[in-house]
């Protein structure tokens, strides 16, 4: 079957560093992305990992092992409007899957 | 990356009537996609959209409850049809386009359906 896990909630203060853990199986790969969603509105795209290894995007990187079938999202320097849901989502031929989300919330 | 213009945003409807959802992007895209998000959870596919061919529907998603329609490259449409309080969702349409990195998903900006 094909399966995401994420952690459903996360905690973290302003201006620390969070790591949020993605565990796929799927019956293809083709890519696994990371997708920020605040309350109410539509997923906005984060990063894209095809191959192994860490993507940096300034505050954000993302990690992903194949091999492993592992992924996370880092996020530093925390700030209080990056709580929201994040999402990993895993492609497959030309179908996504999407995790259920893990809910942070940034605390002062 | 592709913007993708839906509406309506939001809207409350009689249980029994069915609402028409529209998506349209400012590009070409082969396939368009159709999701449900329950309050509190993820994404869940309902159907793809292929243009000049039917939708694809997945499990528990049958066309006579989830018409679409893709008459071009640009434009999509997904009615709820003989709607009941249970199908109180948000739905977005997304597009993978070559405009977004990883060749990633667009998404709408939601419809919020209340259903009474």
Known sequence: GQNIDQPTEMTATEGAIVQINCTYQTSG???LF???????????FLSYNVLD????????????????????????ELQMKDSASYLCAVTGGFKTIFGAGTRLFVKA | ????????????CQRGTSLTIQCQ??????????????????????????????????????????????????????????????DSSIYLCSARTEKAEGYGYTFGSGTRLTVV
């Open chain 1, 53 to 76: 290894g860490l993507e940096e995007k300034g505050r954000f990187s993302s990690f992903l092992s194949r091999s492993k079938g592992y992924s996370y999202l880092l996020l530093k």
């Open chain 2, 1 to 12: 990356s592709a913007v993708i213009s839906q509406k309506p945003s939001r809207d409350i």
């Open chain 2, 25 to 86: 992007v400012d590009s070409q895209v082969t396939m368009m996609f159709w999701y449900r998000q329950q309050p509190g959870q993820s994404l869940t596919l309902i159907a793809t959209a292929n243009q000049g061919s039917e939708a694809t529907y997945e499990s528990g998603f049958v066309i006579d409850k989830f018409p679409i329609s893709r008459p071009n490259l640009t434009f999509s449409t997904l009615t709820v049809s003989n709607m009941s309080p249970e």
């Open chain 1, 29 to 31: 790969f083709n890519g």
């Open chain 1, 34 to 44: 990371w997708y920020q969603q605040h309350a109410g509105e539509a997923p906005t």
